[in-house]
């Protein structure tokens, strides 16, 4: 059984009703897969036949370039569950356009948006008993391309393999709902001006693990990232972008880092900035120091921090430290701009929400 571009060759030993349902009970983020992958190779200047298959460990040359060079690109984005037994995804077509700028960044081929959508439509259909029903939890779908050259010389390679598998997903932060601790980076930076910042890079996530590791030798959950010249703005936390809430008597108004070409232009990020509207609430893109980030929260005109990504969802943000100082936002709770947000893009994606901007997409 084929599609126009993918052969269908369903698993010969797929996991039983009862083994499926015990790997889904109480999903821990990326620990748990289904039973079926997508690959499709791309070679003599185009994209090949793909095939939908059961899901295992991929073939490398050795030499193959991804592995020396590090040409490797990925994305992330949700299958939901829907009230009427549906299955959609969340805005599937900006993760495409973005991955195509992530590959264009790291001289590799763009694959044609229908044909990414057609990939991760097929998965999901055929995996769809995979795919979780509690509110908060989705199924995870991980594009990527690697490079699969097999030559050691240093230029862009010419062959490479898109792959596509998925994993039901729970809380990305095991303890819930609950504000994170977060270490302002005044030692290690995630990109720089006319880097690699803005693409979905797999060296971008290598770069940061000293980091995070040294965030939690400080007691923190994340790292915080600041500019990579003055070492004095804000970016982005971890691998997700940051908001900032700001109160005037009754005006609310959630701030965030504007894009610069250093910080990953986030897709939930992206969203959250037109619910934000939706709710009432002023937006603004702008930078923002660490200093004024001390002040604002002195003085109580900010009230609250969160982080969003697609992995995180939205994640209240409730104490922050550096060297020679720490800060409690919003007595270390949950704020209600941050839930209200939150409640408002869980309810979009699960469907108990009207979908008023048409983002998303029906698979099955």
């Known amino acids: 059984m084929t599609t126009s571009n993918i052969t269908i060759t369903p698993s010969a030993h797929p996991l039983s009703d009862a083994e499926r349902g ?51 690109i990925f994305e992330g984005y949700k299958a939901f569950a829907q009230p009427d037994g549906s299955i959609k995804t969340f805005r599937p077509e900006q993760n495409a356009e973005r991955f195509n700028r992530s590959a264009a960044r790291l001289a590799m081929p763009a694959i044609p948006v229908e ?12 995996d769809r008993n995979w795919v979780p029903t509690k ?71 290598a770069a940061s693990l000293m980091a995070q590791s040294q965030a939690q030798e400080k007691g923190c959950d994340q790292v915080v990232w600041l500019d990579a010249v003055h070492r004095e703005f804000i970016e982005e936390m971890g691998g997700m972008n ?52 001390r002040d604002d929260i002195a003085s109580g005109r900010m009230t609250e921090v969160f982080a969003c990504g697609t992995a995180a969802v939205i994640t209240p943000v409730g104490v922050a430290k550096a060297n020679g100082f720490e800060m409690t936002i919003n007595n270390n709770e949950n704020g209600a701009v941050t839930l209200a947000l939150r409640e408002a893009l869980l309810g979009l994606q699960h469907g108990t929400k009207a979908d008023t901007h048409g983002w998303m997409h029906t698979v099955c």
């Open 22 to 72: 015990e790997r889904m009970n109480k999903p821990a983020f990326g620990r748990v897969f289904t039973d079926h992958m997508v690959v499709i190779p791309y070679r003599d200047g185009q994209w090949q036949q793909g095939e939908l298959k059961a899901y295992g460990p991929l073939m490398l040359d050795p030499s193959a370039s991804s592995l020396h060079y590090g040409q490797a």
């Open 242 to 293: 940051l908001f900032f809430v700001y109160k005037d008597g009754e005006k609310i108004t959630v701030v965030t880092p504007e894009l610069t070409g250093t910080l990953l232009p986030g897709i939930t990020r992206r969203s959250l900035l037109e619910m934000a509207k939706d709710l009432g609430y002023a937006t603004e893109e702008r930078k923002l120091s660490v200093q004024q980030w």
């Open 135 to 205: 509110t908060g939890e989705s199924l995870y779908m991980r594009p990527l391309m690697i490079a699969t050259d097999p030559y050691l010389g240093v230029r862009p390679s010419e062959e490479y393999l898109f792959v596509l598998f998925a994993s039901p997903a729970g809380a990305y932060f095991p303890q819930g709902v609950k504000p994170v601790t977060v270490w302002i980076s005044e030692d290690f930076v995630r990109a720089a001006p006319g880097g690699t910042g803005e693409a979905k890079c797999a060296g971008n996530y």
């Open 115 to 126: 044909l990414f959508l057609e990939a991760g439509d097929a998965l999901i259909s055929i």
